[in-house]
């Protein structure tokens, strides 16, 4: 197996995947090895890990199946492992535990022997010296074309092209006719549609029909429109390099690789037009909320195909809303898939997930971890090993001695040279023979042990999973919950189009009486003249006590407003007053006083029916203390061997 990479900057400097490919190809043929596959990452870094570079993870995924695909990996250079010492060594001791080891072309080596891993030894250490010399070279070019007020590469803010190594406004030029609908231009007359309509929506909807575009060809929307010409670059006409909270800094908070650079630029817009778009841009400033935690953002695939995304709101209480609702661009069509109550999605996912991850016998059964060896098993493997072992080697020094005679005998009949070689490969084949058959034996017997092995790890760790599981999320807060979803990358897809509704929320009342956990009282007469004295807001025609029990009638049922039965009249007045005695009080007060009374439960809210898939990696799991308390040691399992699979939990109503 080889594997070829070669980065951007590589690519540049005439190193492509071909040249590499010959290389590798004719080295595997001089061996007399067989060639049995390929992986190419193109245009990869060598400082990222194996994970992160798509083909070697999957020449990773398949190094691990039984049996073992292969037996090494060949690369043409060493700096195609990797150039930093954690992306060079982590995959290389990972294959060479299972038996794969790693050669390379340029200096004929591999590290199935110790030579050959201090050749390895020294290479990584210079292909890591040399990346950081070429990081400080580019990184001193970047520093000195910024200073200079030079492009210094990335993307191009909107309403600007890069010319003679600059940026320069994207507009017509003088003396010339131009049809062509310029970004410069495009966001002038956004800038000047929005201070006249003081609208976005409108003003994208005005920018689609005259013809401007945004930069991939797609239709401008208010809220795209809107972040390109309120884009602090265009306003600014400015470029802040290394002025970002993402740059590298040492321990006094300077940048590592230079200096903070403010590059001047061509201004879009003229002084006193930025000063009246900001003026009719500007809004009340609002107090600011404690942020709300989504931990299914994103995760949550909505009937309409787009994806639920934190950020509605239902009776005051945090919910979820698809994607689907906003337009993608002035005048495109919505969805009307309804808001989700964020906490009994976020409830019940967690706790469904919890289960399963507290569950060693179920993560066993689906990881396929039920058929594990026993102790004697594998003792008595070993033992067959070792005989197996012994024998190869009587038969290799039978082998040789019976070599050294069949030579002399031949030599003493004088026949010609491929005649004795024939006559000696005939006198030596039956001990070659079983040789042979030793050797295939031990190797079978190896990938069992090795899978063995493999099993009882991974058992160990889906045991050790579920303790830890059972002993440390019970009460885990939702900030970490939602890095645990992300870290099993969980998909909660509805089976069926959630409950419609206005905004898709439970009924005001039916959620006044589940958040207290109350009861809905059946109205006695004694309960009548217990509360009547406390009516805030009395009702115009129509009987008080009519109405409250219509209401009542209502919580208790689950009925919609408009279904109510016509006994109790117009279903208007109902909502009208149910609302205007709960922002009073007096509904709070009712309640309280009626609490003794008999009553009966709220009806079940809707049953939406769901499935949950998610990716379970231990290891990963197992290495992460963050996932529990700051002082909780959780072993290290940084060095046992990585497995992760995918499951799909059955539809379950939520």
């Known amino acids: 197996m080889d594997y070829l990479r070669v980065s951007t900057e590589e690519q540049a400097k005439g190193y492509g995947i071909a040249y590499s490919g010959k290389k590798t190809a004719g080295y595997i043929s001089q061996k007399g090895w067989e060639h049995v596959g390929t992986f190419v990452d193109e245009g990869v870094s060598g400082a990222l890990e194996s994970h992160q570079r798509p083909d070697l993870r999957r020449l ?55 030579e050959g891993e201090s050749k390895m030894r020294k290479d990584a250490d210079y292909a890591e010296d040399e990346r950081e010399i070429i990081r400080e070279r580019t990184q001193g070019g970047i520093q000195e074309k910024a200073e ?19 940026l320069v406004l994207d ?61 602090p670059i265009v306003l600014e006409a400015r470029q802040v390099f290394r002025g970002s909270g993402g740059v590298r800094r040492d321990h006094e908070g300077r940048p590592v690789n230079g200096e ?15 000063e009246e778009l900001r003026a009719a841009s500007g809004r009340p400033v609002r107090t600011l909320q404690k942020a ?16 639920y995304i934190g950020g509605g709101t239902i009776l005051r209480t945090k919910a979820y809303r698809c994607q689907g609702r906003s337009r993608a661009y002035a005048g495109a069509p919505t969805c009307s898939c309804p808001y989700l109550a964020a906490d009994p999605v976020e409830e019940r996912t967690w ?51 019976a070599l050294g005679v069949a030579a002399k005998e031949v030599a003493a009949l004088d026949l010609g040279l491929e005649e004795s070689e ?40 889906l045991v050790e999973l579920a303790a830890m599981t059972r002993r440390m999320w019970s009460g885990l807060p939702l900030k970490r919950q939602k890095e645990l979803m992300a870290a099993l990358d969980v998909e909660v897809t509805f089976l069926e189009p959630p409950q419609q509704g206005r905004k898709g929320q439970l009924c005001a009342l039916t959620a006044w009486f589940t958040d207290r956990r109350l009861l809905v009282p059946l109205l006695t007469d004694e309960g009548w003249a217990t509360i009547e004295p406390m009516i805030t807001h009395r009702p115009r025609g129509v009987s008080p006590r009519l109405v409250m029990t219509g209401i009542l009638y209502k919580a208790r049922t689950g009925t919609s407003w408009s279904a109510l039965p016509d006994l109790f009249g117009c279903p208007s007045t109902l909502q009208t007053y ?38 379970i990696e231990p290891r990963k799991l197992l290495s992460s203390a963050q996932w529990g308390s700051i002082n909780t040691s959780l072993p290290d399992h940084g060095t046992g061997r990585a497995f992760r699979f995918r499951i799909e939990l059955e539809p379950w109503s939520q």
Request: charge should be positive.
């Open 292 to 307: 709300r935690v989504y931990t299914l953002s994103g995760r949550i695939v909505s009937p309409c195909g787009k994806r």
């Open 351 to 401: 706790r469904r997930v919890r289960t399963l991850l507290g569950d060693a016998d179920r993560l066993k059964g689906i990881a396929g971890c039920q058929s594990e060896p026993s102790a004697a098993q594998c003792d008595g493997s070993r033992e067959r090993r070792g005989e197996l072992d012994r024998q190869i080697r009587i038969h290799r020094q039978a082998l040789a001695i």
């Open 60 to 114: 990773m995924e398949r190094a691990w199946t039984v049996p073992r695909p292969f037996d090494i990996v060949v690369v043409n250079e060493c700096r195609a492992i990797g150039r930093t010492g954690r992306a060079f060594w982590r995959w290389v001791w990972e294959l060479q535990e299972i038996g794969i080891f790693v050669a390379v072309v340029k200096r004929d080596y591999d590290n199935s022997t110790p």
């Open 260 to 274: 903070r650079v403010v590059i001047p630029l061509p201004p879009v817009f003229t002084p006193a037009e930025v």
């Open 578 to 615: 149910a609302a205007r005695w709960r922002e009073s009080g007096f509904w709070e007060n009712a309640m309280r006083s009626l609490a003794a009374a008999e009553g009966t439960p709220v009806p079940a809210s809707p049953e939406m029916k769901t499935r949950i898939g998610c990716s």
């Open 422 to 461: 024939r006559a000696v490969v005939r006198q030596i084949a039956p001990l070659q023979a079983e040789l042979g058959v030793l050797l295939d034996a031990r190797r079978e017997l190896k990938a069992r042990l090795a899978e063995s092995d493999a099993a009882r790890e991974r058992s160990a760790q």
């Open 148 to 166: 200079s007020g030079g492009y210094i590469g990335g993307k191009v803010p909107y309403g600007y092209c890069v010319g003679a190594g600059r």
């Open 171 to 231: 507009e017509c030029r003088k003396g010339r006719d131009c049809a062509a609908k310029h970004e410069a231009c495009a966001l002038r007359r956004g800038r000047t549609l929005y201070v006249a309509l003081r609208d976005w929506s409108q003003a994208a909807l005005a920018v689609n029909t005259e013809g401007y575009r945004r930069r991939d060809g797609g239709l401008w929307g208010g809220q795209s429109l809107r972040q390109q010409v309120l884009n």
